[in-house]
Structure formats: C-alpha cells, structure tokens
C-alpha cells in the first residue's frame, strides 16, 4: 500500500503543474486499479502514467503535434495527449488500447525519449491491437522517462489505455528506428563495394542511390545516376558480382522485363543492360547456374516458364527460357537456391501461386542440380509438389541436423496453411502441427530465415510483422515486432541483423549472444561465393548456411553467412563447400567477429610448371597480355592479403588493370589442365 | 543504343518450348482471294501476318468502315485503358450465330467468330491527329479462342501481327487542353492470356448481354444492341431479358452500381473464381457484388504492403486513407497498381468514384 500511496502523492503533484483548464480523475480501487484522467495536452505537461493502470484519455485537444512520427501512418496528425512513463527497473513496457470498451476507435501511439523539441523515437504503434488499436511495446531502462504521446491521425476520440511492465527477458531482441534518406524502393541492403559492411542501395529509374555503412556505423550517401531504366525494380532485385569487378551488378525484376545496372571496373557507376524480351518478373536470384565459376542470373516469370541469363564469363549475358520451370503459364513466384539434398550443388526451389482452383502452375517445384548443367524436378518424390499457394519458402536447419528444412509460408490460404517441412533425406516430413505456425492465420508473400536473437536456432519473419523464434524443438514463438518484410543486413556492423523497412532501419538492439560472420571470396567459384555451402561446429552443434542472392519475395538481403552463437565462446572448425568442389577448413575461430574466407587455389587443381605461359608487359600500368594455351581460362588477380581483387575470363588473354592499386599481385590463371601463378606488379 | 552494345549484349536463345498457349507459327499464308472482297477469316490459315488481310474494313482501313458482316458493337461500362478510345467489331462465318448461355458468362459464339476491338488515342502530339494504336482479335477455332495483336504503322495504313508486347511513347491532348505523356503498353501474348482466362481456358469478357444491353449508334440510326444483333442472324432469339449492368459513370445511378460495375469490367477477369488470381478474398463479378464483402467492405488484405501498414482493410467504410482497394488503384508502381495489366496510368475518373463510394459506406467496421 505504501508503494500505490506513493504514486497517488506523485500524481497530484503532477496535476498541481497541470494547466487550469485541465482536469483529471484519479480513482484508486482495490480489484481494479483504474485511473480516470485528462491527459495533459502538451509535451511540456505530460500526465504520468504507471504500470498497472488503466487510463482514459478524453478528446484529443492538445495541439502539440507529436514529431518525429514512429509509428507507421506518417504525418498528418493535429491534436494530441501526452504522458510520462518513468521506468524503475529494466521492463518491457506494453501501451494497449487494445481494450473492448474502445470499439472501433482508431487510435496511434508515439513512444519517445528526450525532451520536447529534440525528441527521438523509442516506439510506437498504429494497429498491433484488434482492428485499429493500438498496442505499444518498448524496452525501457531503470531510471529513464518516456514520453507517451496518443494522437489525432485517425480520430480525436476518446478511449482508454492500460499500461503493464514485464520483467525485460535479457535473451529477448527488439528494434529501435534510425532514418535514412532512401530514394524509391529501397529494395536491397548489401555489401556492394566489398568492404566488409553492409550498404543500402535504394533505386529508381535513374538513379541509384547507395549509403555505404562506415566502419563507425554512420553512412556515406552516393546518388549514381543511370540511363532511364527500361524496366523498374518494381517486382524484386537481386545483387551480384557478375564481372568479378569487386563491385556488384543489380538486377532490376521488372513487369515487363528485366534490366541489370552493371557497376563499372572502379565502382563510380552503371551501365543499363535491358534485354527486349517480355518477362514478368518475380522473385529474381544470382547464381552459378551452370557451375562455370561464372555468376548466371536467374528470374521468376508469372505467366511463362522462368528465364535465365548464362554468363560466358566476359560479362555476356545469353537470355534463356525453358529448362528451369517450364510451366507454360508460369505461377513462379519464389525462387531460392539452397542445396536440399547435400551433395554441394545448389538446386533451386520454387514457391508458386496460382488462381483457377488448383491449377497445375501452383504446384511447386524443387529443381535438383544433376551436376551437368541439367536439372530435375523432384519436389513429388519429395513430397513438396502440392497446390499450395506461396510467393516465398524460408530455407533453414531449424532441428540442427545438417541438412535444409523449409517452411514454405502461405501467401493465401485458400489451398491450405502455412507448411513446415522437415528434411528427412529421401522425403520431407509435415511439421506444422503443434509447431505454431498452425495456429498462426497472418499471410504474406515474403518468408525469410535468419537467426534474429543469435541463440543458433534460426528463426522466421513473415507477416504480420512477427518473428517466428525457433524453439528448437519443432515450435516457434511468435513475437510482433517493429520490424515488417524487407531487406536484412546488418548495418551498424554490432553483429545482430538488422532490417531496412523504407527509409527506416529498424536497429536490433541484440543481446548478450555470440556471433560469427563469415564473407566469401570466390577464386575458381564466384567471387561471391553464392551457392557455397558454411557450416560451423561449436559446443552448440554444426550449423549450416547456403549462401544465396535473393530470398523471400522482393528483396535482397547481404550476402555472406551469419550465425547466432548464444553462450559459446569458440568456433572450433569452419567448413566452406565451394561450388567449384574446393573445400576450406579453418579451424578454431574467435566469435563476435567477421571471418574472410578467400577460396583456396592450391588445393584445387595442378600448379602448372613456370614455362607454360608468359606475361608482358610485367609490371604493367593498364593491361597484361598472358600467352599460352588459353581456351577456358579464368585469371584470379589476389591482392598481398589474399583477397581476390579482379576476376576475368582470360581466353582472349587480355586482361585490364587499370583499375588496381598500384602494388604487388599474384596473378593464378586457372585451366582445364591446372593453376599458374606469376608475380605481377601494377604502376 | 550505346548502354545496349556496351559490355554485354543479350542474345536471344531460342527455346522452342512444347506449349499449348503458344500462338501459332507465322507463316506466310496468302488469304483466298474473293471477288466481292468479303471478310476473310480462313481458320487454317489465322491469325494474318496483317490486319489487312482480314478485310474486316472497307476503305481506308483506319477509317474502320464495317465491311459486310462486321458488326459494330459496345459495352455499358467498358474496360479503362490509359485512356485508349476504342472501336468494337464482331463478324461471325455467314449463317451462323452466338447463343445465349447465362447474364453472367460470354455469349457462346460459333467457331469462326472474330472479336475485333482497336485501341486508338485522338489529338496525339506533335501533329494532334488521331493515332490508331493497336487492334486486337480473338477467333474462335476449334472450341477455342486464339489471340492475335495487329500494331499500327506510323501511316496507320496497316497493322502486322505482334504478340512479344512493347512499349509505345504517346502524348495525347485532352479537351482541356493538357498534354498527357504516356508509355503506352501494347501486350504480348501471355497478357492477353492473363486476364483472358478461365480455368486455364482462353475466353472473352465483354461480350456478355448484360453487358451489351444499351442502345448504339448504327450508320442506320441509333437502335437496340441486342435486338440489332437478333436482326443480323448473330443471336440466336429465345433468351430471357438480360439484366443490365450499371452504367459507371452515370450520375443517375447509385455510387454502389456504379462501382460494382466499374470492378465488374476491370477487376472481376482476375478476381472471380476460376481467374488469375482468385486465391484473394475480393469476388468483383457483377452478380457477386450485391453482398459488401465480395467488395473487399471491411476485410483484411492477405498482401500488406511495405511500407503502407495504414491500409488495415481492401475497403475501409468512410476511411480513403485505410482503403487498400483505393490505394493500388491510385497507384502507377506495377507492384502495386490495380488492375495490374492493361493501366499504366491513374484513371482519375474512378478513383474519384471510388473515392466518393467509400465515403458514403458507415463505418467503421466491427
């Protein structure tokens, strides 16, 4: 009693503050602690309000218009009511209005901390609650006072809200907002200049716009203009290295066709590749199609069978259809390349949709590498090809068994609900039932798996801005979060993934877990090792990631592989499954860092004796000229680090340096008959 | 052209896929010559590399003058098509006619009927002259309907066979006076196939006599569509009354007819059962929208869309900011827009309809 008395004193001292023409009600009962209360109007006389308790907020007369807005639903608001919450422990704070006497109110909460004029955002909400209520979480620190602002977007009516603490769980993630200047679809958030950080890379027609993440966690923004794209990023973007340049090409899947912006040799812009033919884009992918060593393209078509686009290694792009998805009508909305049957050739699963009562382009394909160039469909045996309607599949180890389990989201369910398959080798076996995602009625186009809370149990965001935490054990806890659908990376570099939604980054405030990520740089496999295979052994167990560009629908999050540690302190062995076959092995890795694995040549295949080829001239300012017998060959120029800095097709022999630093390279060129390596040196 | 050459060029590699959709081959078919020069639809030999060879017309073809047998037609509320006006033509074989088969579905025609429509803009910049655009026919053959797409030469004297789709500049003058800048979409194939469909199956829309049940201006007079096409020998007569859809935009007719008819014509070819997309909730057909909720009145979308977490509902009672219906129809973003194909402008028009229409629902919702 001693404790409620005390906040009743506070209160009237509040209110004794308070302007004359505002009055409030406080009534303290014994069952029911409700209070009945004229929220202060301005954010300089803010009403407190407590944990426990139930408060009424009259008709919005305040005319302090709560900015910066974090809460979806923009600007626009004109009155609102302010409160002040002051933490005493380490809490989760839930702000509900969620409550039946609210009706159909539409209400919308601001949560900040610092003071009026220079506020910044800590939460809010729009309609987490039933209908178009409100329900507010944050994460506040012992001592700190927030300020609670409801507004007028919608309606200016009255309504009630309660307010409740739990105990902060220290293991729990949650997201704080930071803006950032995005330009059109802010559609991707990847390493595009091969620094080890994560950018974000916004387009238009004309424009790219790129905010490369500094090692001090702010951002440098560049605006590259292009010729006016023939077809937008409209439907999906994937991001690639397909030059070996160090700085990655885009892929634009538009309605009508699919243009790629190819950065040039020093990364100061792109050069608009449009190809003429129709294609309805979907989800859209990088990847070593043909296992060539040179990165292919790959793009969904929704009403004609899916197209891809072979590179010969100069950069050429030869446009396909037919082969991967030949469904004459299409249906193709997910693509992701994952390898389900772990033999280290990436097959390629396809999540469809389509009306007309279960049409033949619904049923969804799992397109198994034969290693030759040549692919089956195997998604029947498998017991994956059903009527199912999915834009998306989310790939993942979720038992930590060593091989690709999927849950394959539902985007209606007209033909059935979410599906969580488990890889049992041969055939996948039904895990829905029990598992959460049962019982979950959100539906969306976008299901992507990371581990979001690093405990090493990957996790699944979908709809409903919830993450699906792995339990470990075949159920998941769904907990809504700031977060919705967008790309993933991890842009302040703290090793907890981060999401880009628009022109917000929702900031994983992470927690006390270990983490490892690792990059790659292909030599003979592609520069950026799309299509490898990672696996990390740790006290927790072996965990898998298969590097891939583009998953869920739209997006395309960073390209590496990043694993959740929870309490271990040691990696004891990294594996990389190259798909050129090479596989490096280091052992005894730190956590909580960024782990560079550049592909090993030496393994690989012969070192051919000094006198089979030549290089002229040595050092050389703008081009080397290799003679020798060339035909397939493949130069891989590494830096004193070891880091691959160029990669060409060097059948011509002919290879531009232009670009490099002035230095010292190793210069492998890599045939059908083994490697050569000479010292050369750029001026 | 110079970012095309440079650095990497897109080969086409020709896949010939084993497809039941595919239009047939092009060859060079030389249609039968007739001395009276009737119309000529050679089912062996369509779809023509070139619309002349129809002789659909008579004259300068882009007069679009009926040769005999060609009928011209309209519909209550016709499809918005970035603001292409229209021509509307049937031509069945001589002796043969459509029967009637419900209000709700297309006439059942005969094999050998060509549906005919032309897409053309008027006071087209700099010469401000009318330019025809594209003509489309669909020709029943065999039980099924084939598609063909016939682009306008620059002196609109004749039309050749294209169905890989393009892209065509256009800058249109309207009444007020304002110019218009458009990329205007001649489709391929699979687009026509996309909204053309039913259970996989290809079939027309418009022709369905409720919606063919007004009055047209003849070169005879003005007079009853469907009694016109009794009297030409193209309907078979013994059909009960058809009930007329509404007209858009008629300001005599209730804000609720005028919308369901307007999602009748735009929407309900992908959001009916059997269509494209009729895995979302929405049922646009004329005879489903009687009841709100095949309106999208008050339900959920299952497809939120990034970054707008506002619309909390397909149509939110008078509340335009939570509409979802409003915002992809007020969209010009191909991934978001509605109708998906065949706009790539905003009809103001019916956003303004749609936006009175929602205003005028009670609300909020339960």
Known sequence: MDKLAARTLQLNQKQTKGSMNQRYLFALAAVLSIARAQAQSTCASPLPALAGMTYTVDTMIGTDVPLPVCSSGGTGATRSEWFLYTATDYVTVTLSSDLTQNGNTDTRVQIYSGECGSLTCVGGDDDSGTGLLTVAIFNAYAGQSYLIAWDNRYSSSGFDFTVSEQPWDPTAISFTNQAVSTSGNAYAAVDMNNDGYDDIVSVTATNIRVHYQQPDGTFNMVDYVTTSADYTASWSMAAGDIDGNGFLDLLYGGGSGVTFMVANADGTGFTEVSGPQYVFSQRSNFVDINNDGNLDAFVCHDVQPNVYYINDGTGQLSYIQGGLGNTPDGGNYGSIWIDYNNDHKIDLFIAKCRGSNQSPASVDQMHQNNGDGTYTDVAAPLGLADFHLSWSSAWADFDLDGDMDVLIGSSSMAQGGHKLMRNDGATFTNMTVGSGFDVFGGTSIEWVAHDFNNDGRVDVLGASNTIHFNNGDWTFTPIVVTASSGPIADLNNDGFLDVLNGGTIRLNTGNGNNWLRVNLHGTLSNVNGIGARVAITSTLGTQIRDIKSGDGFRYMSFLGAHFGLGDDELVEQVTVYWPSGTVDVITDVAVNEVLDVTESLSTATAELPATAYTVSPNPASDRITIAGELSGATAILLDGAGRVVLRANAADGAIDVSRLATGSYVLNLVTAGGTWKERITKL | ?366
């Open chain 2, 1 to 366: 052209m110079t970012r095309r050459s440079f650095l990497m060029l897109l080969a086409i590699v020709a896949i010939v896929l084993a497809c039941r959709h595919e239009p047939a081959e092009m060859a060079a078919p030389v249609p039968p010559v007739d001395s009276v020069a009737s119309v000529s639809v050679d089912l062996d030999q369509v779809p023509y590399p070139t619309l002349s060879q129809y002789r659909f017309f008579t004259g300068a073809m882009a007069a679009h003058q009926p040769n005999g047998g060609v009928l011209p037609y309209d519909v209550i509320t016709p499809l918005f098509s970035d603001y292409a006006h229209k021509f509307r033509f049937v031509w069945m074989p001589p002796g043969t006619s459509a029967s009637h088969v419900s209000d709700h579905v297309p006439l059942d025609f005969p094999n050998g009927t060509a549906l005919i429509k032309s897409f053309y803009f008027d006071n087209v910049q700099p010469a401000n002259v009318r330019r025809i655009l594209e003509t489309r026919v669909m020709i029943k053959r065999d039980g099924q309907w084939l598609f063909a797409d016939y682009v306008w030469n620059d002196e609109q004297t004749e039309a050749v066979l294209d169905l890989n789709g393009r892209f065509v500049p256009l800058t249109w003058r309207d009444d007020q006076g304002t110019d218009h800048v458009q990329q205007y979409r001649i489709p391929a194939w699979a687009e026509c196939f996309t909204c053309h469909k039913q259970n996989d199956v290809a079939m027309p829309i418009g022709p369905k006599l409720r919606n063919l049940a007004r009055t047209v201006e003849y070169a005879s007079g003005t007079a009853d569509q469907i009694g016109k096409w009794v009297d030409a020998g193209y309907l078979q007569p013994g059909f009960p009354v058809p009930q007329p859809v509404a007209r858009w935009d008629d300001p005599g007719t209730s804000l609720n007819d005028r919308v369901r008819a307007y999602v009748d014509m735009n929407c309900a070819h992908c959001h009916s059962e059997g269509k494209h997309c009729d895995y979302r909730p929405m049922r646009f057909a004329w005879q489903e929208t009687a009841n709100p909720v095949n309106l999208g009145v008050c339900v959920e979308p299952e497809d939120p869309l990034p970054g707008e977490p506002q619309l909390t509902y397909i149509v939110a009672p008078s509340n335009t900011y939570r509409s979802m219906l409003l915002h992809r129809i007020s969209s010009t973003d191909e991934a978001v827009r509605m109708p998906l194909l065949g706009r790539t402008v905003v009809h103001a028009e019916a956003v303004e309809l749609a936006t009175e229409w929602i205003n005028s629902l009670p609300g909020p919702c339960n």
